[in-house]
């Protein structure tokens, strides 16, 4: 897999990443695309080492407090599971918190984490992957401030400006923020918004070509329902449109739904998102 790290950003690896991984190679490909494994390789021991070492009381009681609202309807995350899968997700987010004290924990992060180890059945693979995307693919997205997250979003806001504008002028006339009707896209990678094939193919290319990829997901979703949200006659109606867009056969055929999010919404370069990134920024930090 080093091979694939190597050359993760080839057009033929982007193109059979694209087509979905298979899922009985769908952890190892993770792990080499986005440079986990090569970190787990440089770092032997070091996920015991954080597991053994001084305890933070208020992280361990922030962590404790999600676990049971963290897949309640999966088995496998329940009490009396065997193995309980509840041991291995408090044990890669107390790691975690550990070894990223700038973040800590934060709300979101246990369904990501959830889901890496639903997928690697390994504790210290998902701590890895759960390390690059936090402290690589998604910065500041689950730090205190969530400035990264927020800037996001803002981003959003500005692609729909530009690309649907009349979606934009919807959302600027009843007032509705786009925090309140996507951050759990954002935060939650769309885990529990989307069905799950759908949510492992997104991240599939997540892994591989960066946080681009939520923006394609993102316009792809309101873009297809344009119409059917500008239907909404107020504050209340918007968020309701926005989250029955998440749902129905569009999203359900993955297939389909992941060669649409790489043509509906049209080129969105990475230079272009850095830009916009900057823009948001700037204007999130003057607001205070």
Not at 11 to 35: D, F, Q, T
Not at 172 to 181: F, K
Not at 208 to 216: A, L
Request: glycine share 6%.
């Amino acid at each position: 897999m080093d091979t694939c790290y190597r050359h993760r950003r080839s057009g033929n690896l982007k193109r059979y990443i694209r087509k979905g991984i298979p899922l009985e190679h769908r952890a190892r490909v993770w792990m080499g695309v986005s440079g986990a494994q090569a970190q787990m390789d440089r770092n032997p021991g070091y996920y015991q080492r954080l597991l053994e070492g001084e305890r933070d009381s208020r992280l361990e009681e922030a962590i404790r407090t999600d676990m049971n609202r963290t897949f309640p309807d999966n088995v496998r995350f329940r009490k009396g599971a065997d193995p309980c899968l509840q041991r291995t997700l408090y044990n890669v987010l107390l790691a975690y918190g550990h070894h990223n004290r700038d973040v800590g924990y934060c709300q979101g992060m246990n369904f990501v984490a959830g889901y890496l180890i639903l997928m690697t059945e390994s504790e210290e693979e998902s701590f890895w992957l759960l390390d690059t995307l936090v402290g690589s693919i998604l910065p500041d997205y689950y730090s205190p401030s969530m400035l990264g997250l927020k800037t996001d979003q803002e981003v959003l806001g500005e692609l729909v400006r530009t690309r649907l504008p009349a979606v934009a002028a919807l959302m600027d006339r009843h007032g509705v923020p786009w925090t309140l009707v996507v951050s759990r896209w954002f935060l939650c990678l769309f885990v529990d918004v989307l069905p799950v094939e759908t949510v492992l193919r997104i991240w599939d290319c997540l892994f591989s070509e960066g946080s681009k990829v939520i923006f394609r997901v993102a316009l792809t979703l309101i873009k297809r329902h344009q119409s059917f949200i500008l239907e909404a006659s107020s504050f209340t109606d918007i968020c309701e449109k926005f989250r029955e867009i998440t749902k129905g056969s569009f999203v359900t055929e993955c297939h389909t739904f992941m060669q649409k999010i790489f043509s509906e919404p049209g080129s969105l370069s990475a230079a272009r998102i850095a830009r916009l990134r900057e823009h948001c920024r700037a204007r999130l930090l003057a607001r205070g």
